[in-house]
């Protein structure tokens, strides 16, 4: 039980953690972003973000780069845009 629970967690962290933006070019999904000021959220395009910053740039680092295209506020979260329903079947 115990095993079970464990792997769910570290797969769920590399999820969360692991992921670089190339990662998410293979995966074709995008950079989910949103602001923590004005709870403004957009999807980015992950093919668009390799060009600027490079494949191997850390999903949560890129918020670090960029600004809120409502209020302006640099204090903008990121995450990969991971399909919100259903398992991820596919493993590498
Ligand atoms: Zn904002």
Redesign the pocket.
């Known amino acids: 039980m115990g095993r079970l629970k464990n792997r769910a967690l570290v797969h769920q962290d590399r999820q969360k953690r692991g992921a670089v933006l190339g990662d998410l070019l293979r995966a074709k999904i995008g950079v989910f972003c949103w602001?923590n000021?004005?709870?403004?959220s957009a999807e980015v395009d992950a093919v668009m973000l390799v060009q600027q910053l490079g494949p191997a740039f850390p999903v949560p680092e890129v918020g670090t780069k960029m600004r809120?295209t409502?209020?302006?506020?640099k204090d903008v979260a990121t995450r990969p845009a991971w399909p919100s329903h259903g398992p991820i079947a596919r493993h590498d």
């Open positions: 602001c000021r004005c709870g403004h809120c409502s209020c302006e506020s």
